[in-house]
């Protein structure tokens, strides 16, 4: 239910406080971790956050891209790339960040995907024990509370905070597109079950058809708790880290122009995200000497701090159009589907900005394991064209020369989409201080489709031919299904449909789905890129950890969210063993 938005953040600071626990950022991963070690009541837990607390309608799945467009985000632009973006206004691609209580959790699409067994089982395999699927499934079930219809139970938690259930709308096209795939022989899956390649209505993470976000799920009850308090618009500035003994002592963060430290009598953990935690280690003196050098930055450790970012990548630009309207419609987003949910029915309003399924595929291109998917397929039953071009293609940056050319000419018509996304890249970013001012946002690098054999575009140029298959089944051609051809404006030159047009129109039009992963990466102490260890101290730091999507080694076959979230529950178990468990400490 909706409810009344608690005041999760009522705390004001006081200048030197003591706390045995201080956790950056009320993402989702943070908002895990400050629930789980309050619940131990002697210990002292203060979770600070940049942004605001979430307002009643963070609800409305609908507004998912609207959000964007608000204070509740981060607000970031990648870097310019050479032959790519070229579609986007100033060559730059969006890369959103939720910003206030729940974090990135507040502005998602609320994709529900815990990823493929295989995933987790390479992390294992890299050096880090307790991270295989087997070791990480108690925590995936232990996350959620599943309420789908469609569900394969023994892998699914039916206790946790984090609710999961189908959208209560759903399209004719959605169900066109699931039987497309299964008329191509995919089965209909749990895709968080015991297989992920197939088809399926996307599972959400929705509580009573309304988002539920980190702080929803996490924070609105343990802020209860007496011994965990919640400080908004604290933008925590640098991890205090004696220099000398190498051990984090605190934070220094800044709120309303005032500056303020907090004391850690156990550890600093550091959950501010991919973009921000490792912003923070390096404004504490954590990251590649030249690069601290360069801003005059003394340096404590010497460590590859965001020197490596993945992120997953697709193309919106697939459009199919449709003799039948068995699409959503702008014209369908009347009053009464506010009224339909406020009164609790289904309605459009509880709809996931247009997601509808997901098909998972093997393609045999980046892996040969038949179980193991190279792409993700995401089905809109709509499109960029559903809102007029006025919202979701404006969170892409697609400019109005692409948009008046390929999007404006249907928007009356009946047509879907169906987006590809890679999900294991080879092509890999970085991220670099751009000031030693913490107010200053870092400088995001995504170098898309630079792998050396061009593998990431091979990869999504054979999507797009899956996609075109998907197309030509009964099911699909029952409406006279096309693939819209017009051609992207600057590939005219290109034959339309050649695999050199479809490069040409992905360095156009490709866009993010906001997954970076990586910057503080989790490996073994022989692994040259690793920043943290398999309990996620920080090397050569004590007292420090980074517990949120940051530590991810590889990209996952899923959307960050639910991994974010299994990390904040085993960080909570790695705290409370460390602390509560072994002799030689107290607590
Ligand atoms: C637009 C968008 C759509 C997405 N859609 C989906 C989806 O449908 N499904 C899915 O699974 N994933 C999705 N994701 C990704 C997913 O939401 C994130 O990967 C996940 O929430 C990351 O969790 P986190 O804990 O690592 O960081 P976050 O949730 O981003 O939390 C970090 C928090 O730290 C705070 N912070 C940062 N710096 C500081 C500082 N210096 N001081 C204090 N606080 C600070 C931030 O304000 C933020 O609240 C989406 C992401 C975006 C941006």
């Known amino acids: 239910m909706t409810g009344k938005i608690p005041e999760t953040s009522r705390y004001k600071p006081i200048n030197g406080e003591e706390f045995d626990f201080i956790i950056v950022g ?54 310019k790339q050479d032959y790519m973006s070229l579609g986007l206004e100033d060559q730059r691609m969006s890369w959103p960040r939720g910003k206030g209580i729940g974090g990135s959790s507040l502005i998602n699409y609320m994709i529900h995907v815990r990823g493929n067994r295989l995933d987790y089982d390479k992390w294992a395999a890299m050096g880090n024990p307790g991270w295989s699927y087997d070791d990480l499934l108690p925590y995936f079930m232990k996350l959620e509370e599943t309420r789908t219809r469609h569900q394969d139970s023994q892998y699914r938690g039916h206790e946790g905070y984090v609710k999961v259930e189908d959208v209560p709308i759903r399209t004719r096209s959605a169900e066109t597109f699931i039987e497309a795939l299964q008329q191509m022989g995919y089965s209909y899956v749990d895709y968080n079950g015991y297989q992920q390649i197939g088809v399926s209505y996307v599972q959400a993470t929705l509580q009573d058809s309304r988002r539920c976000s980190a702080e929803k799920a996490y924070l609105r009850k343990a802020q209860e708790r007496g011994n965990l308090k919640i400080i908004k618009k604290a933008l925590v500035t640098k991890v205090i880290i004696n220099p000398i003994t190498l051990e984090a002592e605190g934070v220094e963060y800044e709120r309303d122009g005032m500056y303020y430290t907090a004391k850690a009598r156990k550890e600093v953990i550091l959950s501010a995200g991919a973009f921000h935690s490792p912003q923070l280690l390096m404004l504490s003196g954590i990251g590649p000497r030249y690069h601290l050098s360069e801003l005059d930055i003394p340096v404590l450790k010497d460590l590859p701090v965001g020197q490596k970012m993945y992120d ?26 506010f009224k339909k949910y406020f009164s609790n029915q289904p309605s459009l309003i509880s709809t996931l900005g247009g997601v509808e399924a997901l098909a998972y595929l093997n393609l045999n291109l980046t892996n040969r394991n038949p179980t193991y998917p190279d792409v993700e397929l995401i089905f809109m039953g709509g499109g960029l064209h559903s809102d007029f071009g006025l919202i979701t293609r404006k969170t892409f940056r697609i400019t109005d020369r692409m948009y008046n050319r390929i999007w404006k000419p249907i928007e009356n018509e009946n047509a879907c989409q169906i987006l590809p996304m890679l999900v294991h890249p080879k092509s890999y970013g970085y991220i670099k201080l751009k000031s030693k001012d913490p107010h200053v946002q870092p400088k995001l690098y995504g170098n898309y489709l630079t792998d050396a054999y061009n593998e990431d575009v091979r990869t999504f140029i054979a999507s797009i031919r899956a996609i075109q298959e998907i197309i030509q089944t009964p099911a699909f051609q029952r409406y006279n299904a096309q693939l819209l051809d017009t051609p992207v404006p600057g590939c005219e030159l290109f034959r339309f449909d050649s695999d050199p047009y479809w490069e040409c129109a992905l360095r156009h039009l490709a866009v993010t789905l906001h997954h970076q992963v990586a910057t503080c990466k989790m490996g073994p102490k022989y692994d040259p890129e690793a920043i943290v260890d398999s309990s996620l101290r920080v090397y050569g730091i004590k007292r420090l950890r980074v517990a949120d999507a940051s530590v991810i080694p590889l990209p996952v076959t899923a959307h960050t969210n639910v991994p974010a979230y299994m990390i904040g529950e085993k960080a909570s178990d790695l705290i409370k063993q460390d602390y509560m468990y072994r002799p030689y400490q107290n607590y």
């Open 312 to 337: 997953h990548l697709s193309f919106p630009e697939l459009v199919i159009t449709l003799n039948e309207s068995i699409v959503f419609k702008a014209s369908s987003f009347g009053i009464n589907e």
């Open 26 to 79: 009320a993402g989702s991963a943070g908002s895990a971790i400050a629930n789980r070690l309050s619940e131990i009541a002697q210990w002292k837990i203060l979770l600070l956050e940049a942004g605001y607390p979430p307002v009643e309608v963070h609800d409305m799945p609908i507004l998912a891209p609207v959000f964007q467009f608000t204070p509740y985000n981060w607000k970031n632009l990648m870097e």
